[in-house]
């Protein structure tokens, strides 16, 4: 199959950015989408042109490292699916689309496709953890933990942190992975401790970074590759407010 | 040079308890005048950071990937093994070293192995506390399985993503101690040499991946957690970014690299489609609990699945295998895929396969408690071939996974460079010439949170280092080295794309020291790879330029080290006359076929040391005595 492709280039941060065409032809549909994308940047070092720069490694969908829109949505047209597992069967022979990075303020485009996602980072060190030194721990069977809160905590610990919901938000919020992260630790006996105190941290690094605010429109849900519900951020929602009335300590920042 | 592996005496039960209180410490309110650099933010190399953070070290940490989270640990699907004896089946600790020493087939050192048996217990517990989500029972216990080659439930796991769950774990506890001050963490930044002055380890020189620019950071020690070396084969289960580059280095600046030719074939993984296939993936081989493996017994059987009777399929593990089955050890798997493939028995349109096939399972347990077992693994398979395991077979086909060799590390994870420590998938040390299932993840974590915190103290309390800085002509003479490399293959602009070289590099590997190995095969692979290297030197095209992110210069500088760690796992293999574990000679093998040891003559670890470019490495032996479990023909049946 062959298609045309529409590809942002921007030679790092500091540079304008423009939309490039490119044709991919005698693509297998049996590819990933970052196979055909390494066949296209193949074509273009022989060409004497510089590669389509993209971020990617583990190619199977947990690391979270590839992602960016394809004709507008993150990770492309199949639902919960990584750009990395994404497999050219499911696009047409003679399709046009358009590959453009994550947008969003929190973002910064690093060089094409690839941007710079350490607020992310920044918004686990902010209480995204539970203190805990090694060496201190007890039996993993002192405390038990009943196997519906485990379920629960582990569909919200399987966030991979690509950023997808960020790039899907109109308002560029951070909620999805923000509450996923809350959500998991808030499902154990062992995140109690730290919990009104971790959810207003994080929340508060959240806007401290420049995502914007959660007004449920529940575009991050449909584009997640891991299905994080919304019901995280609900979670998050109650644990931030509890916390602001009972815990609050320091102000929360609004930008 | 005398190989000292350092490793206690008396009964092994007592030897890490004794040593821990041998070793010096250093005092709390001086754990802060010491600076360490870890380089690599995986299982092991978080899990050092935070270690050694929450201690009150000062910590730099570096990785490649745009986030430590990114690290390929976080692939690592199936479980990690723990002697926890919760199911009351008859586990310990003694028996988990067994079985660790068995299926390492007598090439690993007995007391790491006993220590890391040990470690397994507080490991658990370790993650439990953090908040690692591990599957549970109804009654709110942790549930386990039981996991390839294993005759115990001792394998904890948080459904197909025990890899990611352990590593988000050691990532919150690093990003825990960044939040503290204790932790820098520096992410896309490659480390391209080690710096040795006085004959100790006492920094790095890096390179930002999206900069350019070429740094020192200088260290009192500096540890490598820079996983495993299986790009070598260009396709392997490895992330793509995966690379040797920091432990190459390190080699070439006098740390030896041990047992080189040990690799290890995973025997599930989705087969590859076409010659633009960039990666295998791998199905966690816990799929082996419930599927059973098989072939048509006629060779070159085009029926689709659903119309090869019952008494026309072979299922080949469990006829030659009875007491384990489909769950013998990975090399044990994959040799016998091999076999029946190469005897024209594969399915699929390559022939390179073989069914895994769920249906029996499906019937006796229902659909339902298949896919909470696996149904991640179900749609990933699905989500790659277009077909749909529920109701078609599974096809697999081996591919390289893990290697058990890396740079030689005696009892205290130290290589020979003084100051450098090597951790996880990057050193040698306790999977001798096959790891175990679920083991991986242990030893990671083991080195990480409980062995390299102690040890790199007794290090530091015992050693006078005097003050450096980067200006010291050690650290320029390396700087200019890596700039230099770097301009060089800029300069080239030749013919072909760095994957090219990588991909036919990888075909030599894969053909000469992969599943099996020829004498007169890996002395034609030695030759091939010299001309490739050659013409890679000459003939590479990387475009753009050093000072900005450029992602095939990355790529260039590692596939120039694969060049040469290939070329040394073939000498390696050439040199050891024996098959054992992952590392199977043709040339010496039982009449069924199976593996033959030579314990007599290579019953030591194999460490290599570098003579410099060109020059054939020397070979230094580290003999291997086993006082506790011992040697037999590992057998299956």
Request: aromatic content about 10%.
């Amino acid at each position: 199959m062959n298609l045309t492709l529409h590809v942002w280039r921007q030679p790092n941060a500091a540079a304008k950015g423009r939309m490039v065409t490119y044709q991919a032809k005698d693509i297998n549909p049996d590819m990933s989408f970052l196979e055909m994308l390494d066949v296209v940047n193949e074509g273009l070092i022989n060409k004497g042109e510089e590669p389509i720069a993209f971020d990617n490694d583990c190619r199977e969908g947990i690391c979270g490292t590839c992602g960016f829109m394809i004709n507008g949505i993150a990770h492309g047209p199949l639902p919960k699916t990584t750009v990395c597992q994404l497999h050219m069967r499911h696009f047409k022979d003679g399709d046009e689309l358009y590959l453009e990075p994550w947008r969003a303020r929190a973002f910064p485009v690093v060089k094409d496709l690839v941007v710079d996602r350490s607020a992310f980072d920044r918004i686990i060190a902010n209480g995204g953890y539970i203190s805990i030194s090694a060496g201190s721990a007890q039996d993993g069977n002192n405390i038990l933990v009943p196997k519906q809160f485990a379920d629960r905590a582990m569909d919200s610990a399987q966030c991979i942190g690509c950023g997808a919901c960020v790039a899907a938000c109109p308002n560029a919020s951070a909620a999805l992975f923000t509450g996923a992260k809350i959500h998991h630790l808030a499902m154990l006996p062992q995140g109690q401790p730290e919990r009104k105190k971790r959810a207003v941290r994080m929340v508060a690094q959240a806007n401290t970074e420049l995502f914007g605010s959660c007004t449920n429109i529940g575009e991050c849900e449909a584009v997640c590759p891991k299905g994080i519900q919304l019901e995280v951020i609900a979670a998050m929602n109650r644990d931030f407010l509890r916390a602001t009335w009972s815990e609050r300590r320091e102000p929360v920042a609004s930008d | 040079m005398q190989l000292d592996p350092r490793v206690p005496s008396g009964p092994i039960e007592k030897a890490w308890d004794n040593y821990k209180f041998e070793m010096k410490l250093v005092n709390p309110a001086n754990k802060r005048k010491y600076n360490i650099i870890v380089v690599g933010s995986g299982l092991a190399g978080a899990s050092a950071a935070a270690t050694m953070a929450e201690l009150g070290y000062n910590v730099k940490c570096f990785c490649f990937q745009d986030s430590p989270r990114r690290a390929h640990s976080i692939a690592a699907q199936g479980g990690i093994n723990a002697a926890k004896n919760y199911q009351n089946d008859g586990d310990s600790i003694f028996r988990l070293f067994y079985d660790t020493v068995k299926g390492g087939d007598f090439r690993a050192r007995e007391p790491n192995v006993y220590r890391l048996a040990q470690i397994s217990v507080n490991i658990i517990d370790q993650c439990v506390a953090q908040g690692v989500p591990f599957a549970r029972e109804y009654g709110g216990t942790l549930a386990n399985r039981s996991f390839g080659g294993a005759q115990v439930s001792r394998t904890f796991y948080a459904r197909g993503q025990t890899g990611q769950q352990l590593l988000l774990g050691a990532y919150q506890a690093l990003e825990r101690q960044v939040d503290a001050g204790k932790v820098e963490m520096i992410p896309r930044t490659e480390m391209l040499d080690l710096v040795v002055i006085d004959g100790k380890a006492r920094g790095i020189v890096t390179r930002n991946l999206i900069t350019g620019k070429i740094e020192s950071h200088i260290a009192d020690a500096v540890v490598l957690g820079t996983g495993g070396y299986g790009n070598v084969y260009y396709l392997s289960t490895n992330a793509k970014g995966s690379n040797a580059t920091a432990i190459w280095r390190a080699y070439k600046r006098g740390a030896l690299f041990a047992n080189p030719c040990f690799t290890q074939i995973h025997p599930t993984c989705i087969p590859v489609s076409g010659n633009y296939q960039s990666k295998l993936t791998l199905m966690s081989e816990s799929l082996r609990n419930d599927g059973r493996i098989w072939v048509p017994k006629k060779q070159h059987d085009k029926r689709t699945p659903a119309e090869i009777p019952e008494a026309e399929r072979d299922y080949y593990l469990e006829r030659r295998y009875p007491s384990f089955g489909n769950l013998v050890p990975r090399d044990v798997a994959s040799r016998n895929a091999k076999a029946v493939c190469d005897e024209g028995r594969g399915v699929g349109e390559s022939g390179l396969g073989v069914y895994l096939d769920f249906s029996d399972a499906i019937q006796r347990l229902g659909k339902k408690t298949i896919e909470e077992r696996y149904g991640n693994l179900f749609e990933m398979y699905e989500r790659i071939t277009g077909e749909n395991p529920y109701e078609l077979p599974m096809r697999i086909y081996p591919a390289i996974h893990y290697t058990m060799g890396g740079l030689w590390v005696d009892y205290q994870l130290m290589s020979t460079i003084p100051g450098l420590f090597v951790i996880g998938e990057a050193n040698f040390s306790d999977h001798g010439a096959n790891r175990l299932g679920a083991s991986a993840l242990m030893q990671g974590l083991s080195d990480g949170y409980f062995v390299l915190p102690y040890t790199i103290g007794n290090y530091l309390a015992s050693t006078k280092l005097e003050r450096i800085d980067t200006g010291l002509p050690e650290f320029r003479a390396a700087e200019m080295g890596v700039e230099q490399m770097t301009k060089t293959l800029l300069s080239i602009r030749g013919n072909r794309t760095v994957s090219s070289f990588h991909r036919e590099l990888g075909k030599i590997v894969w053909e000469y020291c992969g599943m099996s190995r020829t004498a007169p095969g890996l002395e034609q692979a030695i030759e091939k790879i010299a001309s490739l290297r050659e013409e890679f030197w000459n003939n590479v095209n990387v475009l753009g330029n050093g000072e900005e992110m450029n992602q095939s210069l990355e790529n260039a500088g590692r596939v120039a080290d694969f060049f040469e760690l290939a070329e040394l796992m073939c000498r390696d293999a050439l040199d050891r006359n024996e098959s054992c574990g992952g590392h199977f000679r043709e040339e010496y093998q039982t009449p069924e076929g199976e593996a033959l040891r030579n314990d007599a003559n290579y019953s030591y670890v194999a460490a290599w040391e570098y003579a410099g470019q060109n020059q054939t490495p020397v070979l230094h032996k580290e003999p291997l005595t086993f006082d506790y479990v011992h040697p037999s023909q590992r057998s299956y049946k």
